[in-house]
């Protein structure tokens, strides 16, 4: 019995300082991150969300990437034409992230408005980013980030919102 508890004990201990190391990483990952976006990492996903369509991707090198964007807040959200979408790759070694190039070319250059779910609208689009990954031969895990902002009567006091999700594509 003795045993089993100082075995119990010891990979309670062991899993702790395995859970410690990998979220000090992470936490780490997410500040650099920050530096990117400009926002706060509790800021991110909490009033759009980005997801992915059920159908439509393939996740290969030189393909499309189709992005649901969601408004989940009250208000009607303003992005520029391309939606503020920055494509970023973190490197481990160097423990920083980099961002690539989106190929995508947007048909129009005014701002775009994202109303909130209502009687006139769904409060969804649908749009694609497609990652420039010529330096890449290896599968590769790519953040997209969608920034935009509360549309509010005084166009200087509108608060920033921003989306990430991360993708994994192959060659």
Known sequence: MRKTALYALLFLVMAGILLACTSGASSRKEREFSKISQLDAQDLNT????SLPEVGNDFKFGSPILVNLE?????????PPDYGVVLAVYDEEEGEWGTIDNL????????????PVGKNSTGQITFSVLPDLQAYN??????????GALEQAEASTADPVGAILDVTLAP
């Open 104 to 115: 995508t070319e947007y048909a129009t250059t005014t701002v775009r408005h994202l109303a």
């Open 71 to 79: 408004n989940a807040s009250r208000d009607t959200v303003i992005f």
């Open 47 to 50: 009033q759009i969300d980005l």
């Open 138 to 147: 290896q599968p590769v895990v790519i953040r997209i980030l969608v920034v």
